[in-house]
């Protein structure tokens, strides 16, 4: 068992023991994650880099040998603007394609660090609480590890998913209505059997664990990679529980601390309208009202997006790059696939939302606009 880097709360700077988030801004009613410290990345060659989370070891902060099914690396595709439609003049519209991570999202990065992680500790059991993605590849590198996995799930989950988890040999618990009474059966597991948590579990939601999260930052790393020398304007992130916007607001962090990017891009949080708190906290007036928002969320076709609160890492990043959050409707949630799938790509509802947000922000002429592709949609089309 190998000792793990101390956590510390990203809003009060207390120091934390569990993956429960800081307990003293919960009080306060405010979910806050506790991160390690930043990584340096003075002297990496980052036109060396050969992308994925373990394509800079020294940047997460697991110590053991890496549990790997070769995540990372994934495409950017350029997509279509009304430009290329003899249109008017606009920017570039990117979307990169967390779809072709081996379990088909980009929580693969988060679960092959965190179950390194687990196995650094000494479990023998992971958990997670999921809707689908997280489920499936918490499943796929457990079972890499050799570890027991138990996802904690709801009725709501599509059939591709669920056969998904189950294919892969995890043990999956349903809990039927609302992510609360997943996350509290969760939450009694952790404290009675001491299994290793994966994702959220506590109320309210400061956003998965923390070591895991550190995987995320390989896509801040890759898009500085691919697109070195050039100005990239935004990132556009699908949001929920903004583990994957905070981590890749941490990795172009590091990068320009080490004066490897110019700029930090400005990142932009993308939502369901019938889920969109972050939007609603950003039309406030102060950060002190703005971590304290709270929304009525209802079901949405992206159904992997979905919370009441800003978490504040969230808030945080999106604070440091001057960013925004949009909100947009089922409907034109839906009408973004169908424009995605006549250019080859399926990508489930809640990674279109990012590019929908996206393909606005690049009517501006000469701008560079990346979306984060979340998800593959073809696992919504099994059953």
Same mark, same amino acid.
């Given at each position: 068992?190998?000792?793990?880097?101390?956590?510390?709360?990203?809003?009060?700077?207390?120091?934390?023991?569990?993956?429960?988030?800081?307990?003293?801004?919960?009080?306060?009613?405010?979910?806050?994650?506790?991160?390690?410290?930043?990584?340096?990345?003075?002297?990496?060659?980052?036109?060396?880099?050969?992308?994925?989370?373990?394509?800079?070891?020294?940047?997460?902060?697991?110590?053991?040998?890496? *549990?790997?099914?070769?995540?990372?690396?994934?495409?950017?595709?350029?997509?279509?603007?009304?430009?290329?439609?003899?249109?008017?003049?606009?920017?570039?519209?990117?979307?990169?394609?967390?779809?072709?991570?081996?379990?088909?999202?980009?929580?693969? &990065?988060?679960?092959?660090?965190?179950?390194?992680?687990?196995?650094?500790?000494?479990?023998?059991?992971?958990?997670?609480?999921?809707?689908?993605?997280?489920?499936?590849?918490?499943?796929?590198?457990?079972?890499?590890?050799?570890?027991?996995?138990?996802?904690?799930?709801?009725?709501?989950?599509?059939?591709?998913?669920?056969?998904?988890?189950?294919?892969?040999?995890?043990?999956? &618990?349903?809990?039927?209505?609302?992510?609360?009474?997943?996350?509290?059966?969760?939450?009694?597991?952790?404290?009675?059997?001491?299994?290793?948590?994966?994702?959220?579990?506590?109320?309210?939601?400061?956003?998965?664990?923390?070591?895991?999260?550190?995987?995320?930052?390989?896509?801040?790393?890759?898009?500085?990679?691919?697109?070195?020398?050039?100005?990239?304007?935004?990132?556009? *992130?699908?949001?929920?529980?903004?583990?994957?916007?905070?981590?890749?607001?941490?990795?172009?962090?590091?990068?320009?601390?080490?004066?490897?990017?110019?700029?930090?891009?400005?990142?932009?949080?993308?939502?369901?309208?019938?889920?969109?708190?972050?939007?609603?906290?950003?039309?406030?007036?102060?950060?002190?009202?703005?971590?304290?928002?709270?929304?009525?969320?209802?079901?949405?076709?992206?159904?992997?997006?979905?919370?009441?609160?800003?978490?504040?890492?969230?808030?945080?990043?999106?604070?440091?790059?001057?960013?925004?959050?949009?909100?947009?409707?089922?409907?034109?949630?839906?009408?973004?696939?169908?424009?995605?799938?006549?250019?080859?790509?399926?990508?489930?509802?809640?990674?279109?939302?990012?590019?929908?947000?996206? &393909?606005?922000?690049?009517?501006?002429?000469?701008?560079?606009? *990346?979306?984060?592709?979340?998800?593959?949609?073809?696992?919504?089309?099994?059953?």
């Amino acid at each position: 068992m190998t000792s793990r880097p101390p956590l510390h709360c990203l809003r009060c700077a207390r120091a934390a023991d569990s993956f429960a988030g800081c307990r003293t801004c919960a009080a306060e009613g405010i979910g806050v994650n506790t991160m390690p410290p930043l990584a340096d990345l003075a002297g990496v060659d980052l036109a060396a880099y050969p992308g994925g989370p373990w394509g800079l070891p020294t940047a997460l902060p697991v110590s053991g040998p890496p *549990v790997t099914l070769g995540e990372g690396n994934t495409p950017c595709v350029r997509l279509r603007t009304d430009r290329d439609q003899g249109g008017s003049a606009e920017g570039e519209l990117w979307l990169k394609y967390e779809g072709a991570n081996p379990t088909g999202s980009h929580k693969d &990065r988060a679960m092959a660090v965190g179950v390194a992680a687990a196995v650094a500790a000494g479990a023998d059991t992971v958990v997670a609480a999921s809707s689908g993605n997280a489920g499936a590849a918490a499943a796929a590198y457990a079972a890499r590890a050799g570890l027991r996995c138990v996802v904690f799930t709801n009725e709501r989950v599509p059939a591709g998913l669920r056969a998904q988890i189950d294919a892969l040999g995890a043990e999956r &618990r349903v809990h039927p209505g609302a992510a609360g009474a997943r996350n509290a059966a969760m939450a009694q597991a952790v404290e009675e059997h001491h299994w290793y948590p994966l994702t959220s579990y506590s109320s309210p939601s400061p956003g998965g664990n923390p070591y895991a999260n550190e995987g995320y930052k390989s896509v801040a790393y890759e898009l500085a990679r691919d697109f070195a020398g050039r100005w990239l304007d935004a990132v556009v *992130v699908p949001t929920s529980r903004a583990d994957l916007l905070a981590g890749i607001g941490r990795g172009f962090r590091e990068l320009a601390a080490a004066g490897l990017i110019a700029h930090e891009p400005r990142l932009v949080a993308a939502e369901p309208s019938a889920a969109a708190p972050y939007t609603a906290a950003l039309r406030r007036p102060d950060r002190a009202e703005q971590e304290r928002t709270r929304v009525a969320a209802q079901p949405t076709v992206a159904f992997s997006l979905g919370e009441e609160r800003p978490c504040w890492q969230g808030l945080d990043a999106l604070w440091r790059t001057a960013g925004a959050a949009v909100a947009l409707d089922d409907e034109a949630i839906t009408a973004e696939g169908r424009r995605l799938a006549a250019e080859g790509l399926v990508l489930e509802p809640s990674s279109a939302v990012g590019s929908a947000v996206a &393909r606005d922000l690049a009517r501006t002429p000469g701008s560079m606009v *990346v979306a984060i592709g979340t998800a593959t949609g073809l696992k919504g089309l099994v059953g």
